[in-house]
């Protein structure tokens, strides 16, 4: 496979830089739209730093930072950081663009420089309004998702806004093929391509988001000293491996009450229990299996 990524390692963060925005550039040039594509460029870049310093400010980690022909894209660990938290760092991006778009406004309504600001206007506009859109990837729809995962668990909330990120998308595209005016509307088509593509890539991204949560929520419970807790009731032939899946409500502790065939009680056991048994099991092993071992051991 080829790689289209230069990385570029400058303290702890990598930045990739994909190759095919030479051409892009060059095309740019040879076309005269280099300083709109170069000043636009500024503002996306603007978008992540409001991220990456946001979430610098909270204790999240930026690991990555990928500089893409159309954008660019900071990789924010922010699992150690609670549901606020987290939608703080989402908002950020878009409310540098709105504070960049309200600061040419004012100088340019005030007439302080002598050079056309609109267009920086109308940028940043369209890039907070964009981003605050309720669809996955974007910042609206990460923000939507936290909410959701806080009552109905990561995993259903996530299905649920990759179905609706979906159905827009393809709106979307239907709608610009209908209207068939000029390049912008191919453009917005390009976009809802990547928003179907992300959609349909996010299950894994789910699944290690899950698992993130389960490791940080020990010292988020140790700091805070009050958690609350989440219940659920498993068969004792469900595998443990299973529960984990259901242990998604990222802000909240987890008690899994094991149940015999009679649908009594046998055991109650933690989150932190479950995971230490399967640290020292198999991840086929059952809750059954795993309390014959307890009690022979």
Known sequence: MINLYLDVKI?????????LIIPLIII???YNFFIQYSITMGFIIAHELGHIVTASILGAGTYSLRILPIGV???????ACNKW???FIYL????????????LFFIYANHFVNIELKSGVYINLSLAFFNLLPILPLDGGKVVSELLSDHIGLFK???????????IAVLICIAIVILKKNL??????LVGIYIILCSIESKKETALMNVKN???RRSRIIRKGIFPVQQIAAMKNVRLSDVIKAMDHSNRYHLVSVLDEDLHVIKVMTEQEILDALMLNNFNITFDDLLFNLKNS
């Open 11 to 19: 303290a702890k963060i990598t930045i990739k830089i994909n190759v």
């Open 28 to 30: 740019s040039l040879l």
């Open 73 to 79: 894209n900071a990789a924010i660990d922010d699992s």
């Open 85 to 87: 938290g987290k939608i």
């Open 92 to 103: 950020a991006g878009p409310c540098v663009n709105l504070l960049f778009a309200v600061i």
């Open 157 to 167: 909330a996530a299905r649920q806004m990759k179905v609706f990120s979906v159905i």
């Open 184 to 189: 912008l509307n191919f453009s917005l088509i």
């Open 214 to 216: 389960l490791l940080f």
